[in-house]
Every structure is written in structure tokens, then in C-alpha cells.
């Protein structure tokens, strides 16, 4: 038989190999800052159209390229950063594969222009999938300019396969993080179709985290810093009442390279240990640096994961360290009774000075008292106002109660005299009680065929996300207007989420008096809504619509009412009167689709009698 196996030609080993190190536009964006990093620039800006479906441009004033170099950088493992496979246990520079340029010039088309500093014209390459179609000489400043257009214009399942722009554009905010957050000392400048998005001057680590995440971010940062022989920690955490729904300011940088660690993640939740709310998680931005011989980069295309000699040792330094700022800076005990001294860390202590020791005194340590009394100090911070009324409770029920149960087709309830009978000496209720409370969770009712269980918590979201639902369409809200108004500070990105969707909120009865880079002004808000509340509900309304999977019918108006639902419903281990067991039940089957939550769970369940009867057996 013939001989079957060939060689692919370049350009589609190129396109295949593309995909390993380009899944999006970020990949693109990421690529290009690490080599003018690489290239020693000291400004770069970052020019974005259409979330780079159209453009991805770089420019930087780095050392550029010569001729041959700008004709070289296309080639597949042609790279000027390591020469055999030892320096890769040497690395200083963010690149090393030679690898990305290859694979974007497979995929885009893409255009280079670059010079070197003494050289008196410049190099300009235009490559449209891995073919040359022109080389010239052009006068252009010292330093590299790429520009990648059209990405995947020759693999249309790939562009097809993209997110919308608004999803595309925070992957690219969030690989501008990263590289902007590792390296204070460059100029950055980001601009999206046209508008600066981030400007973004050289200066220090505190300063560049503020300018990125909002003004009111720097009274929010606990600065760590340690240095051990094996690594040396720098950077800040987040207070722990500042403490956010999602994941989204958690960064650790090894050797100025972001890198994702859930173990290293886990030794700060350690240190955070009994000072955050549940479901919140600490902000961090921390530096480690170790020694490049003890790490290894290679083992991820993408490179955001690594592997660590010892990484038991860093998870005891880390975890140390960051217990120690936050004592330090009274945000945890300063006595650390339950510190688990297995985890102490090996520090060495052996080049560093003999110091004279000190005596700490904690002045506020009282020994009668329990330590739990100073952690619950902090706790407070984070503890809700107690809500006014049990009316705010039931935001927009009032409408809903008025109708009858028996709307409900599927359940009847049994007649109130038939019950009442049995409840009649008991003049001093409140109601006749229809209704009981089980664990402060469930709500069990009477019903003909048996009994009803409800979750009042999902049940109260219903009624309220119902509710919701109708103010925004049919745009009747009424608003309550507030005596002082709400500043709620969020960082610039956020800020942007809430301004898209700015008209729905107005419907449900928010009144914005200021929108500005990193404050929201607020003066009015949905009647019912207590202004305690208020930035909570944004918070987990930015988490919510950061989180949501927005080509699966994506649709602004049912996420904000979720959202808003989900925030103020009467949550579980909540005490309810019976009045308000019963305004509950009543304004559930009153609703639409009584019997989900608007995360499509079950609200209730209902036991017949015979079901019952048969456990009696
Ligand atoms: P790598 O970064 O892994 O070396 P790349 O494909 O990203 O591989 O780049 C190939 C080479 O092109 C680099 O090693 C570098 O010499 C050169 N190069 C790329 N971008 C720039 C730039 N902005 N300034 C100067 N040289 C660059
Ligand atoms: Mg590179």
C-alpha cells in the first residue's frame, strides 16, 4: 500500500497550534503587553475595538526589533528569550515559547511596526494568516506597534464561538489587570473603540490598585509584608468588612506573573480564618517572589498556573504572614490562641540580626473575657440592621394579598371555620393560625389533601421577583425618597455594569442623582427597600450579571429582578409572625408560578394524608 502520512504545511500546523495559545481576544491582549514588558517598555497602550473581534493594537517604547528580528518573531519557537532547555529554570521574562506571535499571525491579520533605538527608519510587516503580503522600510517611532485584526477571520466556527462584546471586553479588562497590577512602574493606557478606559501613570503598588478599583479602595488595604529565604511576600489584603460576593479582586503574582492557586488561595482563607461574613471572599493582591530555580511555568500553555517546589512552605509563610498584618493592624486577636503551630513556618532566621525582644501588650486583652468577645468586634461590622418592620419585609406584597388563594387551582385550602374551631379559645392570637413554623425555614399549612411545606425563602423570592418583574415593565414603581442620599462606591468597571442597567433600576423606584467614575449617588429607592440595604443590593447585583452566562438568553430585566429578589427576601432562620406566615402563603399563591423560585427550585411540597398514613403503618 501507498504511503499515507504527509507533513501539514505551515500554515495549518500553525492554525492548529493556534488554538492552544488563542481562545479569545484576551489571549491576544495578553500576549502582546507580555512581550513589550519583555521588550522593557515604560508605556504601553492597549487600543480595543469591539471587544477585539475588530482590533487588538499594542504599542510600546521598547528596545523594537531589528529587520530580520520583526521577519523572525513570526516564525514558530523563534524567540530571543531562551537559548536551551536549561533557561527555563531561569526565567526572567514573560514569554519563553516563541509561540504567540506564530499562532496570532495564523489566525488575524496582523500588522507590525517596529524600530530600534538607534536605527534611523523602522520595519513595517503585514501578515494576513501566516503569509507575508508586505515588508517595508517606514519612519515610526523607537519601540514595537502590533495591531491584530479580524481574529479567527480564516476559522469562522472560532469567531463563532466568541461571547458577546460585553463578555469578550471584561476578559480583556481582566488580562489588563493582571499585567497592569504586576507592574506599577509601567505607564498603561487602555482605550476601547476610541474612549480611554484606564489611564493608568507609573507609581507605586497601592496607587496602581486604587487607580484600577476605585478611590475608596485605599482605606480598604491592609498592607503584608515579609521576606524568608525561600520567598518574600509584599502587597495588600483587603479588610475583611470590605469583604466582596465574588472572587473578582483576588491576585497573586509570582515573580510579577499572575498566576491562579486554589491552594495558595486556601492559606488565605486560613489567615481570614473567622473574620468574613459567609459566601464573601477576601480581596488580595499580593507578590510572592521565590527563587525562578523553584518554580516551574512550563507546565500550562497559557501559563497562569505553576508549580512550586515547596508548596507547603509557601502556604505556611502566606497563611503567617497575612494572620500577622491582620493583627498588626487590630483587624484580627493579636493573642492568636488557635494558631496551629504545625503550620508555623520554617523561617530562617539565620542571616537576619539579633534584635533585642520586645514586649507586645494588647491592651485591650481582658482574661475573664472570652476571645471569642474580641473577634465578635469585628463580626458587627458585618451584621444587617435589623430591618424596621416586618412590612419591609414583604416589598410589594401589598397588592398581591388581596386575591384569593383559591386562584390557585391545583391546592385547596381548607376553610378557615373548620380550623378555627379548634383555635377558638385562643382569643389572643394574632390571627387565627393557619400556619407553622418549622426550624425558622419552613412554613406548613393546612390543605385538603394533607399538608403544605414552603421554603420561605424561595417562596418570598417569587412573590418578590414577580413583583419586580411587573414594576419594570409596566414602569409603575413608586419611590421613596431618601433624607440623606446613599453614596455606594464601586470600582470604574462596576460602575459601568450598574449605568447598563440604570433604566430598569429606575423602574423599580432607585432615583440616581450622580453617576461618577467610582460613586453612585442615590436618592431614592424602591419603596419598602430599606437605604441600609442599598449597597448590598448592588453588590449582588454586579456579582450576579458578572456571573451570568450571557448568551443563554441573556436578558438584563429578569437578572436585575432576580437579583433584587434574592437580596431582599426574608432569608432562612428568619422568626416570622403568624400574620406574617400568612400574608406569605397567601401572596405566594397569589403569584404566577407559585411553585418555583426564580432559580427554578421548588418553593413547596405537599404530604397527603394517605402518604402520611402510610409512614403510620
Ligand atoms: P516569546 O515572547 O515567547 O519569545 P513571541 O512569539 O511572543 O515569543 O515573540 C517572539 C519574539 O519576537 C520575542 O522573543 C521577541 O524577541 C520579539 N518581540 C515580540 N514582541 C516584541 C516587542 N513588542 N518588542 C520587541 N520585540 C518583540
Ligand atoms: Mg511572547
Redesign the pocket.
Known sequence: MADIIQLLPDHVANQIAAGEVVQRPASVVK??L???I??N?TIIKLLIKDAGKTLVQ?I?N????SVT?ARL?FERH????IRSADDLFQLH??????????SIAAIAHVELK?KQEHDDVGTQIVIEGSEVTSQEVIVTPK??S?AVKNLFFNIPARRNFLKSNPVELRHIIDEFHRVALAHPNIDFVMYHNGSEVFNLPECNYRQRIVNIFGSKTNEKLVPVNEETEVLKVSGFVGKPEYAKKTRGEQFFFVNQRFIKSAYLNHAINAAFEGLLKDGTHASYFLNLEVNPQTIDINIHPTKTEIKFDDEQTLYAILRASVKHSLGQFSIAPVLDFDRDSNLDTPYNYKDKNASFPTVEVDSTFNPFKEEKTMRSGVKTAFRKEPVASWESLYVGLESKGTKSPNDFSELQFESEEQTSDMFSDDKDAEAIQNTYQLHNKYIISNIKSGMLMINQHRAHQRVLYEDFLKQITIKESVSQQLLFPVEAHFSPEEVEIIKDVRDDLEHTGFVFSNFTKDVIEITGVPINVPASEVSLIFEQLIADIQNEVPESNFSATDLLAKSMAKSLAIKIGQSLTAKEQDHLVNSLFGCKEPNISPANKPTFITLSMDELDRKFI
Not at 521598547?62 to 526589533?65: N, P
Not at 523563534?78 to 528569550?81: I, L, Q
Open positions: 500576549e502582546l507580555e512581550n513589550a519583555d521588550a517598555a499594542v510600546d521598547g528596545v523594537g526589533m528580528d518573531s523563534a524567540t530571543s528569550k521574562t514573560k514569554g519563553f515559547r516563541g509561540e504567540a506571535l506564530a517596529s519601540g514595537t502590533i
